[in-house]
């Protein structure tokens, strides 16, 4: 097998597995030639573990892209050097009298310049700490796997936001809840003695996308994760990870004083209870010095949590955060919760139960909240609550593994539907006041900012089951970092740094990927249609009217009937618009100006309702069918087009699935379409 790279040589390709990532280092094509000018010496100022680690990383990426090694750190500079430091660490950072930029791209950020020191052209990576220089690293790296010129740079970057989490939902068995690549990373039977070299390899997948940490266990957690033994399980990663920059978070079970401590309550008012999480933070502190806090899901699909003893989300809260307060810890608690009690509909009931308690949590606590009122479906509104809470912090969860979409089966890039929830607009403090403004605290200031990502990674040699799943993973670590990047630039970078610079190539599989998500809605759950499914989220079961709770059923949602479809939210239904900000809800109320892609979200029309198409309901629904199921066959033969461009083994893998992927949407258009048919 051949393929003409960028340079237009035929080079063999060889088979890759995946476990690579996005950091293969491969050959950056025509631009090689300039950088092997512009990068002859590598010079790392530091002794400590990070910048060892970003010594490595760059003799060996540089000497992998460019086919030849570079010089080590030597006394002085020729022309050529790439000089990174801290003014801490190094005289020749400090020397360049970069302070005020320095000071405004703050900890975790860098300046990026092409600069002269000693009469050479130089580049230069400088950032106040070395977490900040490890990022500014994979940053230039970044620049050059993609091919991009590096002459004259003058970068300076800083995060949008401060927490941006893995969320893994891993079981202490192995098992991953909502895990499609195999079982769990973390091998907790082995730990904390024997360290498995995946972990270092994640860590630096992580910080490479600017990931600044992981709660590394289910939110439907296990008790047993906060026992000394665990937690010394888990110390040893966060000692491995340290250097990374990623921090460590657990998921806490709300009755741990009982389940754990033996109390015989978990009242968050009790004395005894504070006492024990007090013992219990002081504990894990002394084991993690630097541990990022707990992730709590409460009274929410059977977990225990404070309204168990009539208490709220908020005093429930707090007794973790007041534990965790002196070592400058912090709790992030959720608001996925759904009480029949509060409201006939899920959908409104975490905004009805949680904006009444805006000012009442600690200033350590952020309210995680999931993208849309239900659960990570294919397509939903952002949450109300997102610019509804102006004294509390929100950051947002984010679901990388597909469970709704697909799982690892389906080609889905969803860095397009998490930019179409950053770029909502919840008009909070009028127009503009978008869902990424409101996270970084643009529009009303927030002690806490931040993006969680409930994600994909497990055993598989490719980490994710479907190689193009690791662009999710890649995606929301490039969002949290910056919210207002495209989803186009990113499925370019990801997709040149992954698979190859071929422009064709490149231009090919980023418009796979920026349409596929919309294809795959289109087969499952166009014009607002949700929740279509049961069993285990994959497959369409529309006729599904049995489960413990009516809100887990697929009919609860559709309510299709010979009459017509879909769940009246408006003002003259259940009132759910009420909860957007005027003139969001006035939007969503009004059936001509909602965007159809939410119209059976908001309204109930008949079948004959006409379309902006001229369509009927009915008639729209058939299109939208056929077309994802037509667009997913299209996607295949796209990539059939692509084999000698990728190597055999991954185009082969990713070949396959794409065949169960037509197949399956072939099967969610006729199931979906015979049974509202009737
Ligand atoms: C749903 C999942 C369930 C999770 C729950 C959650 O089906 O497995 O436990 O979300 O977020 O999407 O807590």
Redesign the pocket.
């Known amino acids: 097998m051949t393929a003409g790279d960028a340079t237009g040589s035929q080079t063999p390709l060889k088979d890759e597995d995946g476990s690579q990532l996005w950091l293969r280092y491969a050959s950056p094509g025509r631009a090689a030639k300039s950088y092997r000018r512009i990068v002859r010496q590598i010079h790392v100022d530091g002794s400590s573990a990070t910048s060892g680690i970003i010594r490595d990383e760059l003799h060996a990426a540089i000497a992998s892209m460019l086919g030849r090694a570079v010089l080590r750190n030597q006394n002085g500079f020729q022309a050529g050097a790439l000089l990174v430091g801290t003014p801490t660490h190094s005289a020749w950072v400090r020397d360049l009298n970069w302070m005020g930029d320095l000071r405004a791209v703050g900890d975790e950020g860098y300046l990026i310049r092409s600069s002269t020191i000693a009469n050479h052209r130089v580049t230069v990576i400088a950032a106040n700490t070395e977490t900040g220089a490890l990022y500014g690293t994979f940053h230039f790296l970044r620049l050059m796997q993609t091919g991009q010129p590096i002459g004259r740079l003058d970068i300076a970057e800083r995060p949008s936001l401060q927490v941006r989490l893995m969320n893994h939902?891993d079981n202490l068995n192995g098992t991953i809840?909502?895990g499609y690549a195999g079982r769990s990373l973390w091998q907790w039977n082995e730990l904390p003695e024997k360290l498995n070299a995946r972990y270092t390899d994640y860590a630096r997948a992580c910080a490479s996308v600017g990931i600044n940490g992981a709660v590394i266990n289910?939110?439907?957690a296990d008790v047993r994760v906060l026992s000394p033994e665990y937690l010394r399980k888990a110390a040893a990663l966060a000692d491995l990870w340290r250097p990374f920059g990623v921090r460590m978070y657990l998921s806490a079970n709300f009755a741990a004083p009982v389940r754990l401590g033996g109390l015989s309550t978990a009242d968050p008012l009790d004395r005894k209870v504070a006492d024990w999480w007090k013992a219990k933070a002081d504990e894990i502190y002394g084991l993690i010095p630097d541990f990022g806090g707990f992730l709590v899901?409460a009274n929410?699909?059977g977990q225990p949590g404070p309204k168990t003893y009539g208490r709220t989300h908020a005093q429930g809260a707090n007794v973790l955060a007041d534990a965790l307060a002196p070592h400058k810890g912090m709790v992030m608690w959720?608001a996925?919760v759904y009480d029949e009690d509060v409201d006939p509909d899920r959908a409104k009931r975490a905004y009805l139960e949680f904006t009444r308690l805006d000012g009442q949590f600690r200033p350590n606590v952020a309210v995680q909240v999931?993208n849309g009122p239900i659960?990570?479906q294919p397509r939903e509104p952002f949450h109300p609550l997102f610019g509804a809470m102006k004294q509390t912090p929100v950051i947002a969860?984010i679901?990388a593994t597909q469970?709704?979409l697909g799982q690892a089966k389906h080609l889905v890039y969803l860095g397009t539907m998490w930019k179409e929830f950053l770029d909502s607009d919840t008009c909070a403090e009028g127009r503009g006041s978008t869902v990424a403004k409101v996270l970084a605290g643009q529009v009303h200031p927030s002690r806490i900012t931040g993006m969680v990502s409930?994600t994909n990674p497990g055993l598989d040699a490719n980490w994710c089951g479907h190689h193009f799943s690791q662009s999710n993973w890649y995606a929301f670590g490039r969002l949290a970092w910056n919210p207002e990047l495209s989803a186009a630039e990113i499925a370019g970078e990801w997709t040149r740094m992954t698979f190859t610079n071929d422009e064709k190539a490149v231009a090919a599989i980023r418009d796979m990927m920026m349409s596929s998500r919309e294809t795959f809605v289109d087969y499952t759950m166009p014009l607002g249609l949700h929740h279509l499914i049961g069993g285990d989220?994959y497959a369409p079961m529309p006729w599904n009217d049995r489960a413990p709770r009516a809100d887990w059923t697929a009919t609860y949602y559709h309510q299709a009937s010979a009459d017509g479809i879909g769940f009246d939210r408006t003002r003259s239904g259940n009132g759910a618009v009420e909860q957007y900000r005027p003139p969001v809800c006035e939007l969503f109320d009004d059936i001509e100006r909602c965007p159809e892609k939410y119209l059976l979200w908001f309204h109930r029309c008949g079948w004959d309702y006409r379309m902006k198409s001229g369509r009927t309901l009915w008639e729209e629904l058939c299109a939208k069918y056929f077309a994802g199921a037509q667009q997913a066959a299209e996607m295949r033969d796209r990539w059939q087009s692509l084999h000698r461009i990728i190597d055999a083994r991954r185009h082969g893998e990713v070949a396959k699935r794409l065949a169960i992927q037509v197949a399956d949407s072939a099967a969610w258009r006729d199931r979906i379409l015979e049974y509202f048919g009737r």
């Open positions: 939902w809840e909502r289910n939110v439907n899901k929410s699909e959720r996925f999931k659960d990570f969860e679901q469970e709704y409930v989220h």
